[in-house]
Nanobody, 121 residues
Framework: QVHLVESGGGFVQAGGSLRLSCAASGRTFNVLAMGWFRQTPGKEREFVAGPTLNAGTTYSDSVKGRFTFSGDNAKNTVYLQMDTLKPEDTAVYYC???????????????WGQGTQVTVSS
């Protein structure tokens, strides 16, 4: 089993910044990649940022240019630097870990408990 713990969420005014962290523990040798998702009430969980199979990084269109994904393999930790935050970024942010790929994409099977990000206007 892989255990993921997120931190760094909170309350911020529009235009502000937050940095999320996610540390993996347990059977981390099974982990191929880690990424970030978010969810708001009544909506499906959506992908935010994460690695691609060719060692790049991909972002959702809604956060491109404002959020930066990074990782520290030695610490089994990934980060999400969120700048120029908007009220529509308000959501529970989840870290996820992938142990497999399907049709050229990482499939995420392990999830953290989530951390709330609230952006006021």
């Amino acid at each position: 089993q892989v255990h993921l713990v997120e931190s760094g969420g909170g309350f911020v005014q529009a235009g502000g910044s937050l940095r999320l962290s996610c540390a993996a523990s347990g059977r981390t040798f099974n982990v191929l990649a880690m990424g970030w998702f978010r969810q708001t009430p009544g909506k499906e969980r959506e992908f935010v940022a994460g690695p691609t199979l060719n060692a790049g990084t991909t972002y959702s269109d809604s956060v491109k240019g404002r959020f930066t994904f990074s990782g520290d393999n030695a610490k089994n930790t990934v980060y999400l630097q969120m700048d120029t935050l908007k009220p529509e970024d308000t959501a529970v942010y989840y870290c996820a870990a992938s142990g497999r790929t399907i049709r050229g994409r990482y499939e995420y099977d392990y999830w953290g408990q989530g951390t709330q990000v609230t952006v006021s206007s």
